[in-house]
T-cell receptor, first 113, second 114 residues
Framework: GDSVTQMEGPVTLSEEAFLTINCTYTATGYPSLFWYVQYPGEGLQLLLKATKADDKGSNKGFEATYRKETTSFHLEKGSVQVSDSAVYFCALRSGGGADGLTFGKGTHLIIQP | KAGVTQTPRYLIKTRGQQVTLSCSPISGHRSVSWYQQTPGQGLQFLFEYFSETQRNKGNFPGRFSGRQFSNSRSEMNVSTLELGDSALYLC?????????????FGAGSRLTVL
C-alpha cells in the first residue's frame, strides 16, 4: 500500500536558519503530494501541494518539488521564523482519491529566537 | 467564507458508551472525509462520503460508522467505546472526491474515553 516517510524530530533551529524536512513516499501510479501544518490545538492547514512530476509547490516562503525519480517531496524554507514552530505533515493521495490521504508521522519543528 | 465546523470540540465518555461527532463542510463542498489522530498511530483515514454515499473506508472496525446528509453535513459514530478510541477526530471537506482536490480540515473533536 501507499506510505510516507518523514523525519519525526523534534527539529530545533535558530531563527533565520535554513530548513529542510525530508519526505519520501511509496505509491502506485502518480499520486498528488501535499504538505500540511498543524499549530497547537488546531486542525491541519494546507501549506502547499504538487500534482505531477517536477511541479514545485510554494507558499509563505516554503517550497517543495515533486521528484518522481527519487520519490521525494522535501520541504524547504530559506529563513525560518519563531512563528513557523508547528508540526509539519507530508501526505499523498493516489489518483482516484478513494483511499483518502496517507500521512507521514509528522515533524515537530521548534524555532528558537 | 465559513470553514469546516466540527462539534463538539471536546468530550469525555466512558468505556462501552457510544459517541456521535458532527461536521459541517464548507458551503458547496460535497465530499467529507474523517481522520483519526493519535500520538501512536498518527493520522489515519477513517472514511469518505460524497453525495451521501460512502466512497471508501479505512482499516477500522465496524464500531466506526458514518453518514452524510443531503446538505453535505456528516456525522460519525463510534459504538462500544474503548480506551484506545481516545483521539482527535478530524473532518475535512473538498469540492470533489479525487486525488488532486485539496482537503480543508476542521479544528477537530477531541474524544477522551475513561
Amino acid at each position: 500500500g501507499d506510505s510516507v516517510t518523514q523525519m519525526e524530530g523534534p527539529v530545533t533551529l535558530s531563527e533565520e536558519a535554513f530548513l529542510t524536512i525530508n519526505c519520501t513516499y511509496t505509491a502506485t501510479g502518480y499520486p498528488s503530494l501535499f504538505w500540511y501544518v498543524q499549530y497547537p490545538g488546531e486542525g491541519l492547514q494546507l501549506l502547499l501541494k504538487a500534482t505531477k512530476a517536477d511541479d514545485k509547490g510554494s507558499n509563505k516562503g516554503f517550497e517543495a518539488t515533486y521528484r518522481k525519480e527519487t520519490t521525494s517531496f522535501h520541504l524547504e524554507k530559506g529563513s525560518v521564523q519563531v512563528s513557523d514552530s508547528a508540526v509539519y505533515f507530508c501526505a499523498l493521495r493516489s489518483g482516484g482519491g478513494a483511499d483518502g490521504l496517507t500521512f507521514g508521522k509528522g515533524t515537530h519543528l521548534i524555532i528558537q529566537p | 467564507k465559513a470553514g469546516v465546523t466540527q462539534t463538539p470540540r471536546y468530550l469525555i465518555k466512558t468505556r462501552g458508551q457510544q459517541v456521535t461527532l458532527s461536521c459541517s463542510p464548507i458551503s458547496g463542498h460535497r465530499s467529507v472525509s474523517w481522520y483519526q489522530q493519535t500520538p501512536g498511530q498518527g493520522l489515519q483515514f477513517l472514511f469518505e462520503y460524497f453525495s451521501e454515499t460512502q466512497r471508501n473506508k479505512g482499516n477500522f472496525p465496524g464500531r466506526f460508522s458514518g453518514r452524510q446528509f443531503s446538505n453535505s453535513r456528516s456525522e460519525m459514530n463510534v459504538s462500544t467505546l474503548e480506551l484506545g478510541d481516545s483521539a482527535l477526530y478530524l473532518c475535512a471537506s473538498s469540492l470533489k472526491s479525487s486525488g488532486a482536490n485539496v482537503l480543508t480540515f476542521g479544528a477537530g473533536s477531541r474524544l477522551t474515553v475513561l
